[in-house]
C-alpha cells in the first residue's frame, strides 16, 4: 500500500459498505495515501460497478468531468 502515496493524478475510490475483499476501513486508507483523492461508497459488495452500475456511472462520468474543466 505504500506504493499509493506515489500517485500524483485525480483519483477517484469506489468501494461498497459491504466488501468483504476490501472493506471500506481499507479504501479509506488508500484515500489518506493519494493525495486529492476522492473516496465514494456504495450499498454493495465487491462488485459495484454490477451491483449499482447506475450510481457507479453516475460517479464515474461526475468525476471525469470534474477532472475535464
Given at each position: ?48 460497478n ?20
Amino acid at each position: 500500500m505504500s506504493d499509493l502515496s506515489s500517485i500524483n493524478v485525480p483519483t477517484l475510490l469506489i468501494g461498497g459498505r459491504y466488501d468483504v475483499g476490501t472493506p471500506p476501513v481499507e479504501m479509506r486508507k488508500m484515500k489518506t495515501l493519494i493525495s486529492g483523492s476522492r473516496y465514494e461508497e456504495l450499498s454493495t459488495a465487491h462488485v459495484s460497478n454490477i451491483e449499482a452500475y447506475e450510481s457507479y456511472n453516475e460517479l464515474l462520468l461526475a468525476f471525469f468531468d470534474s477532472v475535464n474543466t
